[in-house]
Each structure stands twice: as C-alpha cells, then as structure tokens.
C-alpha cells in the first residue's frame, strides 16, 4: 500500500527554518518524481520543488521563483524519505505543504498537480511572529 507521510510543520518565527519531511512506504523512491506543493487559504495550490532521479543522475532539482535560493529538497533513499529544508521563511510561506509522487516514466517533474498519482495527508507550516 503506498504512503506519504508528511511531518515537520509548525510555527516559526520570519527568517527561521523548518525541515519537512515525507516518509514515503510502498513504492521505491529511485522510480519516482517526487514533488511538493503547498496550499495556502483562498490560493490556488503551487508547485514549489521537485526531484527526479534517473539512470544517469542522482537527481534533477526545480524549484519555483517563489522559494529557489531559500528551499531545497534532498531524498535519503535508506530511510525512504524526501525532505524539504526550507530556510529565509516568510509569513507568505504560510501554508499546508504536501507532498506528492508519480512514476517517472509517467512523469519527469512538474509542478502540476494533476500528473502526480500519490498524495500525502499535508502538514502546517506557520511563519508568524
């Protein structure tokens, strides 16, 4: 049965740190494109990073305008897990952030949601002083 399992949210304070984390269980992470995105009250939901392995990588990152040079998704496949270190935070990454997954012969990464199959549960991300 695949899972996605959010955890790490909370609240913190502008400027501060946050690493969420996606425990992922039943399909392996080399095969997949993992993304997250996040929703924020009365906005649409956006794509804010992506990884996807392939045979000759360990992984291409993107990110959107929104968060590139403050957030970076890593993947320890030991432990099955996708991470999102998000540093420089500010109250407009206050959100519900999900992670989501899809094979990568279905799709390399993007930031539409439609092409990902796998969704976690989300987790709150409050940046606020």
């Known amino acids: 049965q695949v899972q996605l399992v959010e955890s790490g949210g909370g609240l913190v304070q502008p400027g501060g740190s946050l690493r969420l984390s996606c425990a992922v269980s039943?399909?392996?992470?080399?095969?997949?494109?993992i993304g997250w995105f996040r929703q924020a009250p009365g906005k649409e939901r956006e794509g804010i990073a992506c990884?996807?392995?392939?045979?000759?990588?360990?992984?291409?990152?993107y990110y959107a305008d929104s968060v590139k040079g403050r957030f970076t998704i890593s993947t320890d496949n030991a432990k099955n897990t996708v991470y999102l270190q998000m540093n420089s935070l500010k109250p407009e990454d206050t959100a519900v952030y999900y992670c989501?997954?899809?094979?990568?012969?279905?799709?390399?990464?993007?930031?539409?949601?439609?092409?990902?199959?796998?969704w976690g549960q989300g987790t709150q991300v409050t940046v606020s002083s």
């Open positions: 990884i996807s392995r392939s045979d000759r990588s360990d992984g291409s990152t």
């Open positions: 989501a997954a899809v094979p990568r012969w279905v799709a390399r990464c993007t930031f539409e949601g439609q092409a990902y199959v796998y």
């Open positions: 039943g399909f392996t992470l080399d095969y997949h494109t």
